[in-house]
């Protein structure tokens, strides 16, 4: 059973491009959450999705960044434009979502490098 | 707010000591409480969990007690191995959509 896979590992972008980061939870997961994670700091919650939907999005910064979680397909952490203060590790992390099975198990995380 | 407050690292032990690393959390309500382990340039994992007072989590010679009382979910290690080295992260779930609420993370470092 594989686990939460996240792609790509490592990801540079000049300032105001656009970062695509994507993450598939593991098999029969359909809760998905992000988390950043600044260097030397602890994890901050972003977003948390379901399928096609956003339930809590009260860690997302206000612009610029936006997550979908389809009907088919990975989940998608969308920045758009780029600054240095966005370079860090994103992590996913999916769940059962049934109760009690919440745990959240993480992937490998994606390292955003900001030129 | 809910959050999670974790004795501040590096902590450097020698092979065979014991470990404590300590964790105390703020939180409405009955959360779950969990301690991660993230080794360099990786994700992640689920070193154990407690979900109630009074429980004890275990895993590789690890453990942590839920006490309600002390607000406290502190890691245990009765010898540590330098395979341990790593950051541990103390965590709580929060609210009705499990998000996790994590501390700033301890590093360990065991020398042979």
């Known amino acids: 059973n594989a686990g939460v896979m996240q792609n790509p590992r490592h990801l540079v972008r000049r300032r105001g491009q656009e970062a695509r980061l994507r993450c598939s939870p593991m098999k029969g997961h359909s809760h998905v959450y992000w988390y950043r994670q600044l260097p030397e700091e602890g994890l901050k919650f972003m977003v948390y999705?379901?399928?096609?939907?956003?339930?809590?999005e009260s860690g997302m910064p206000k612009e610029r960044f936006s997550a979908e979680f389809p009907k088919e397909g990975p989940s998608i952490l969308r920045i758009q434009q780029v600054v240095r203060g966005d370079s860090a590790a994103y992590f996913c992390a999916s769940s059962l979502g049934l109760a009690g099975q919440e745990t959240q198990y993480f992937g490998p995380g994606t390292r955003l490098l900001v030129l | 707010g809910d959050s999670v407050t974790q004795m501040e690292g590096p902590v450097t032990l020698s092979e065979e000591a014991c470990l404590t690393i300590n964790c105390t959390y703020t939180a409405t309500g009955y959360p779950s409480l969990f301690w991660y382990v993230q080794y360099p340039g990786e994700g992640l994992q689920l070193l154990l969990k407690?979900?109630?007072?009074?429980d004890k989590g275990s895993n590789k010679g690890f453990e942590a007690t839920y006490r309600k009382e002390t607000t406290s979910f502190h890691l245990e290690k009765g010898s540590v191995q330098v395979s341990d080295s790593a950051v541990y992260f103390c965590?709580?779930?929060?609210?009705?959509?499990?998000?996790?609420?994590f501390g700033a993370g301890t590093r360990l470092a065991v020398h042979p």
């Open positions: 999705l379901q399928k096609e939907n956003i339930i809590d």
């Open positions: 407690a979900t109630k007072a009074d």
């Open positions: 965590a709580l779930s929060s609210g009705g959509y499990n998000k996790l609420i």
